[in-house]
């Protein structure tokens, strides 16, 4: 089934992109340079998706690389204007992606045998080549390159960390589903995953790292870090996916959980990490729309 109706009703519901901490001037001032669709043609091997960056004023020499990824109805642009990066950009001298889905319904392609392998093809393909892209154009630093997205953009920073895990210091997801979780078994590309999307779709933790460790096998080196946000309320993307992310992502690691208690980072939240790699923020009462923290967002990523 291709992402149809049922989809694009539930992930729409992702509109109206609340940014939680107060932007005061930031957000008056807005970004002080410009969203750039990139039209020399970076080396998609697909040729679909399409690059947008924001390249700030005070560019950083050696610029860190941040990839934004957009939720189901949405665009580079949407994302741009309702996420707080570009004005971070200002403030911190990165470069900004926001790739654009080429779907229907701009859901992005976390369900197909291409998309979910390492050098596949279709999406994380033309993201990871975008990130290449930007290394090159604006000389940035390798060691300093971050996914982050909301909703099927946080499916889709799961799959990046799964199937690109050398292009990425860490990884930060706004709403998402397990790398995985929305396969389509027929092979389809851009597929609604319902058992997935209603919470029915259960692993052991060593089960969800054997699907990351599918994802590009053979691959031994670092990974990313990676926090996850979920709400308690989500009815988009159900509740027990936190649950399964977390267990995907923690999976092969012997540290034990630590809960930084309850009402942490704000009230409401619980926070539990496992040591410096993981760490997971359930927002009790909160729905599918996450209110992106991005003051937090750049300490996560160490910018
Ligand atoms: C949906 O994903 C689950 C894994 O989360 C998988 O077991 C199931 O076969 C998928 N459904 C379809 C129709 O491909
Ligand atoms: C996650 O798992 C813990 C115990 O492992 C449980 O207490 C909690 O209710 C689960 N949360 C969800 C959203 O399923």
Request: proline share 6%; charged share 15%.
């Amino acid at each position: 089934m291709k992402l149809a109706t049922q989809a694009a009703a539930a992930l729409a519901l992702f509109n109206g992109l609340a940014v939680s901490s107060p932007m005061s001037s930031r957000a008056a001032a807005g970004p002080q340079s410009t969203l750039q669709q990139v039209t020399d043609l970076y080396p998609d091997p697909e040729g679909k998706a399409k690059m947008y960056v924001y390249v700030p004023e005070k560019l950083s020499p050696k610029p860190a690389v941040v990839v934004a990824l957009h939720y189901c109805a949405g665009t580079a642009e949407a994302y741009f204007t309702g996420s707080p990066y570009a004005q971070l950009a200002d403030e911190k001298g990165f470069v900004v992606i926001y790739p654009e889905s080429p779907h229907e319904g701009t859901c992005w392609d976390v369900s197909s045998h291409e998309s979910l392998s390492h050098n596949g093809g279709s999406d994380s393909a033309s993201i990871a080549s975008m990130v290449d892209y930007a290394l090159k154009k604006y000389g940035g630093d390798a060691s300093k390159v971050f996914v982050t997205g909301s909703s099927s953009g946080a499916m889709m920073t799961n799959v990046m960390a799964a199937t690109y895990p050398e292009l990425f210091q860490a990884a930060i997801v706004y709403s998402g589903v397990a790398a995985g979780c929305f396969v389509s078994t027929a092979g389809l590309v851009d597929a609604w995953n319902s058992t997935c999307s209603q919470g029915e779709s259960h692993a052991t933790a060593a089960q969800w790292a054997n699907v990351v460790h599918g994802m590009y096998p053979g691959y031994t080196g670092a990974r990313p870090r990676m926090q996850i946000y979920h709400g308690s309320a989500d009815a988009a993307l159900l509740p027990p996916n936190y649950n399964e992310t977390i267990k995907q992502w923690t999976g092969w690691m012997r540290t034990s959980p630590t809960r930084l208690g309850a009402d942490f980072p704000l009230a409401g939240y619980t926070t539990t990490t496992w040591g410096a790699e993981v760490q997971g923020i359930y927002a009790i009462g909160v729905g599918h729309t996450v209110p992106i923290r991005g003051d937090d967002d750049m300490t996560f990523f160490g910018l």
